[in-house]
Nanobody, 117 residues
Framework: QVQLVESGGGLVQAGNSLRLSCTAS????????FGWYRQAPGKQRELVAS???????KYGDSVKGRFTISRDNAKNMVALQMNSLQPEDTAVYYC???????????WGQGTQVTVAS
């Protein structure tokens, strides 16, 4: 059974940082791509960042230069370091498997990130 568990969300002031973690089980981690997506109230879900099994990284335009995605194959974990957070980063953040076509599999509950101005 595939499980992706997100953690690390919370309430922060604008300009501060948060680090999200996604721990995966039930998947061949090292050969799987993962992505972080987010969904703000009233908006569509959007790509934040993804990292392929070979290490190829993509970022959404709005987070380039502020967010960093990384993976630790030894720990079956994908992290998202978020710096210089802004109120518009407020959303529920989801970790999900990705391939060349985009996200696949079931969406989890996500983790709430709230940035106060």
């Amino acid at each position: 059974q595939v499980q992706l568990v997100e953690s690390g969300g919370g309430l922060v002031q604008a300009g501060n940082s948060l680090r999200l973690s996604c721990t995966a089980s039930g998947v061949p981690f090292s050969s799987t791509g993962f992505g972080w997506y987010r969904q703000a109230p009233g908006k569509q879900r959007e790509l934040v960042a993804s990292v392929g099994s070979g290490g190829t990284i993509k970022y959404g335009d709005s987070v380039k230069g502020r967010f960093t995605i990384s993976r630790d194959n030894a720990k079956n974990m994908v992290a998202l370091q978020m710096n210089s957070l802004q109120p518009e980063d407020t959303a529920v953040y989801y970790c999900i498997r990705v391939d060349r076509y985009g996200p696949f599999g079931a969406w989890g509950q996500g983790t709430q990130v709230t940035v106060a101005s």
